[in-house]
Structures are given as structure tokens and as C-alpha cells.
């Protein structure tokens, strides 16, 4: 399983982004594998931004980023979106997509360790 992140670049403050996440691979689509987002930056350790599980129920966020980030996918897909509004300096980041198998599920993990597959990461930077 191989996963793919686009869609990250520059924003000012209060601006927005949107992230994708596609995954190949036997077997891979979203009824089977858990997602998530994680962010890391110089200073700071890698830390999960937001997931959703592959019965797609309520997803987790960090408090950070509730009621600014959606982490959404259709069943069945193979893209999972991290749309990002109202974007702050503090946001900035290299985020990465990351997979792993979790079927039948309504739980996604909030540690990276549970997560095998992982893509390159994708810049966000947010300055004026």
C-alpha cells in the first residue's frame, strides 16, 4: 500500500487549504484502512491532526484544529481530504497522510505508531 499526499503550499492567515490522500494498492480503500493527518515542525514532534476510521464515524481532531479542519472520504474511495480553513501561523507544518488496516471500525488511532503506511508529507506554510 502506497499513499500519496497533495495539495499543500502557502496561505495567509484566515486563508484556506485543502489536502488529499490517495491510497493504492491491493486492497486499499477507505472501508478497509483507518486515515489520518499528522503535522510536524522544527521543535515539535509529530503529532495527529486529525483521523477517521474506516466505518467513517465521528473523526477525532486535536483541539487545536476543531471547528477549522474536516478530515472527510466517501466509503468505498481511495482519497481521504483534510480541508483547512481559517489557517494560522501555528499551522504551519509538513503534513503527512498515513494508512493502516482497520476494518469494520468505528475507532482511529491518535498514535502515529499505529499507522504502517506513510506518505512523503506535503508543506503548509502560513505567513502574511
Known amino acids: 500500500v502506497v499513499v500519496v499526499e497533495s495539495g499543500g503550499g502557502s496561505a495567509q492567515p484566515g486563508g484556506s487549504l485543502q489536502l488529499s490522500c490517495t491510497g493504492s494498492?491491493?486492497?486499499?480503500?477507505?472501508?478497509?484502512?483507518?486515515v489520518g493527518w499528522f503535522r510536524e515542525s522544527p521543535g515539535k514532534k509529530r503529532e495527529v491532526v486529525a483521523c477517521r476510521s474506516s466505518r467513517d464515524g465521528e473523526p477525532y481532531y486535536i483541539d487545536s484544529v476543531k471547528g477549522r479542519f474536516t478530515i472527510s472520504g466517501e466509503k468505498g474511495q481511495k482519497t481521504v481530504y483534510l480541508q483547512m480553513k481559517n489557517l494560522q501561523p501555528d499551522d504551519t507544518a509538513m503534513y503527512f497522510c498515513a494508512a493502516y488496516r482497520s476494518e469494520a471500525t468505528y475507532y482511529c488511532a491518535g498514535s502515529a505508531r499505529e499507522y504502517r503506511h506513510w506518505g512523503q508529507g506535503t508543506q503548509v506554510t502560513v505567513s502574511l
Open positions: 494498492g491491493a486492497g486499499f480503500d477507505l472501508d478497509r484502512y483507518a
